[in-house]
T-cell receptor
């Protein structure tokens, strides 16, 4: 199982450039999300999706766009990069199925992260 | 709204000493609670979770945490620290719904000295 795969692992951008961080999962998870990690601030939720065609904003959505055309993929787009978006980005997914056979209640599986630097 | 506060951004212990990482939460409804660990340059891994069964939860690598509703706390402990425990630890809370979002604390960096 590949789990959650993020690409690229590292990226350097200039202010104003655009780019897309890719996230793919092979676990048939309905729920996918993007977090950014900054020193001393923990992980903050950017956007999330509860299924194909459904997305919503998290705590820090400004400057980022997402879409969910398939269950597997959840790309994060930076339309015009700013130095304040320098961070480590994590994609995470989980099932939304509950029941006695599901021991993974609300447990997120994380990707390895993408380190973005905006100059 | 839910929130998590981790007391102490850095904790330093000697190898073999008790590890205690503190976490307090606020939530308008009974929550799920989690501890995640992040080793350098890696993603987050689940250590343990509380989902309203036993209040004392045992996780991987000898860690455990106790849910105390009266204190709104979910502190993480390990009786004897090992060098390999050096990492950053995150406490997190989510609502008990299928689409509950996970809210993380600020993180605590654990250093283990020989």
């Amino acid at each position: 199982n590949a789990g959650v795969t993020q690409t690229p692992k590292f990226q350097v951008l200039k202010t104003g450039q655009s780019m897309t961080l890719q996230c793919a999962q092979d676990m048939n998870h309905e729920y996918m999300s993007w977090y950014r990690q900054d020193p001393g601030m923990g992980l903050r939720l950017i956007h999330y999706s509860v299924g194909a065609g459904i997305t919503d904003q998290g705590e820090v959505p400004n400057g980022y766009n997402v879409s969910r055309s398939t269950t597997e993929d959840f790309p994060l787009r930076l339309l015009s990069a700013a130095p304040s978006q320098t961070s480590v980005y994590f994609c995470a997914s989980r099932t939304t199925t509950s029941g006695i056979f599901n021991s993974g209640a609300n447990v997120l599986t994380f990707g390895a992260g993408s380190r973005l630097t905006v100059l | 709204a839910q929130s998590v506060t981790q007391l102490g951004s850095h904790v330093s212990v000697s190898e073999g000493a008790l590890v205690l990482l503190r976490c307090n939460y606020s939530s308008s409804v009974p929550p799920y609670l989690f501890w995640y660990v992040q080793y350098p340059n890696q993603g987050l891994q689940l250590l343990l979770k509380y989902t309203s069964a036993a209040t004392l939860v045992k996780g991987i690598n000898g860690f455990e945490a106790e849910f105390k509703k009266s204190e709104t706390s979910f502190h993480l402990t390990k009786p004897s620290a090992h060098m390999s425990d050096a990492a950053e630890y995150f406490c997190a809370v989510s609502e008990k719904t299928s689409y509950g979002k996970l809210t993380f604390g600020q993180g605590t960096i654990l250093t283990v000295h020989p």
